[in-house]
């Protein structure tokens, strides 16, 4: 079992940036992506980026890519989700997740280990 630990979450107001952390608890053949996903109250959950851990390549919806970034950290045992100039409609528990392949379309039914999220609230 993988267990992933989302951090960073908070309120901010529009305009503002946070930086979102996802620790995975091992590296596993079929934990090889890790992905972002957001989920807003009444929403459907809709992924936002995603990394390769092994030559960290990273995918993005292409609402999300001019201002948000995916990295990860040497160890690639932690996964970030830098989010800048963030709007009211950012507001929704984000969440990471894995699974074994990262594809252009980040879709949920592709992971497999998920975290509880972290909570982000954007005001005018």
């Known amino acids: 079992q993988v267990q992933l630990v989302e951090s960073g979450g908070g309120s901010v107001q529009a305009g503002e940036s946070l930086k979102l952390s996802c620790v995975v608890s091992k590296w596993r053949p079929d934990s090889n992506c890790v992905a972002w996903f957001r989920q807003a109250p009444g929403k459907e959950r809709e992924g936002v980026a995603a990394?390769?851990?092994?030559?960290?390549?990273?995918y993005y919806t292409d609402a999300m890519k001019d201002r948000f970034s995916c990295s990860q950290d040497d160890t690639k045992s932690t996964i970030f989700l830098q989010m800048d100039n963030l709007k009211p409609e950012d507001t929704a528990s984000y969440f990471c997740?894995?699974?074994?392949?990262?594809?252009?379309?980040?879709?949920?039914?592709?992971?497999?280990?998920w975290g509880q999220g972290t909570q982000v609230t954007v005001s005018v």
């Open positions: 997740a894995t699974g074994p392949y990262c594809y252009p379309v980040i879709q949920k039914e592709d992971f497999r280990f």
């Open positions: 990394i390769r851990r092994g030559n960290g390549a990273t």
